[in-house]
Each structure stands twice: as structure tokens, then as C-alpha cells.
Nanobody, 122 residues
Framework: HVQLVESGGGLVQAGGSLRLSCAAS????????MGWYRQAPGKQRELVAA???????NYADSVKCRFTISRDNAKNTVNLQMNSLRPEDTGVYYC????????????????WGQGTQVTVSS
């Protein structure tokens, strides 16, 4: 069994900062890409930022130069530093990873965290 646990969400004023963290645990052989998605009320879930095992990053245009994704492969964690937050950044943020299960190394699986609420007030 594999689990992703997120932390760090909350309420912040526009222009403020938050740092989200996500820790993976369980039957892990290898974690491939990790990322953060968000879902605003009435909208589809969208990719915010992603990072490969080697450290290459990808950001949604709306968060470039404001958000920074990072990971620690030794600790199986991924973080999202969010600066200059805007009301439109409000939503539930989900951690995601692609991984190879220790008990079944022949395929890659996908896992999601339970989500953490980020609310940015104007």
C-alpha cells in the first residue's frame, strides 16, 4: 500500500506565501515524476507544477515565476513554495506521483494525496 500525505495549506492574504509539502510512504521501489495539481470550485483539476526524478520542472503558465517545486528523493518528499499568491490560486491542492511498486516492478502506477485547501483572500 502506498500513501501520499500533504500538509501546509491554509488561508493567506493576496501577496502572501505558503509552502505545501507531500510525503510518500509504503511499498515503493522507485518514484518517477511528482507533481501538484489544484482544483477550484466548479473547475477541472489542473496541473500546477511537476518535477522529474532528475529535477527537471514544468509549471503552468499562471504560476511561473511565483511557484517553485522541489523534491528530496532520499526522503520521498515534494514541496511547492507558493509566493505572491492571488485569489485565483484558491483551490484544493493535490499531490501526485508516478511510482513503481516494490512488490510489482513490472509496471508504473499513479497515486494521489487527499488534498489540502489553499484559500487566498483579496
Amino acid at each position: 500500500h502506498v500513501q501520499l500525505v500533504e500538509s501546509g495549506g491554509g488561508l493567506v492574504q493576496a501577496g502572501g506565501s505558503l509552502r505545501l509539502s507531500c510525503a510518500a510512504s509504503g511499498s515503493l521501489f522507485r518514484i518517477n515524476a511528482m507533481g501538484w495539481y489544484r482544483q477550484a470550485p466548479g473547475k477541472q483539476r489542473e496541473l500546477v507544477a511537476a518535477i522529474t526524478r532528475g529535477g527537471s520542472t514544468n509549471y503552468a503558465d499562471s504560476v511561473k515565476c511565483r511557484f517553485t517545486i522541489s523534491r528530496d528523493n532520499a526522503k520521498n518528499t515534494v514541496n511547492l513554495q507558493m509566493n505572491s499568491l492571488r485569489p485565483e490560486d484558491t483551490g484544493v491542492y493535490y499531490c501526485n506521483m508516478g511510482y513503481v511498486d516494490l512488490r510489482n516492478r513490472g509496471s508504473t502506477k499513479d497515486a494521489w494525496g487527499q488534498g489540502t485547501q489553499v484559500t487566498v483572500s483579496s
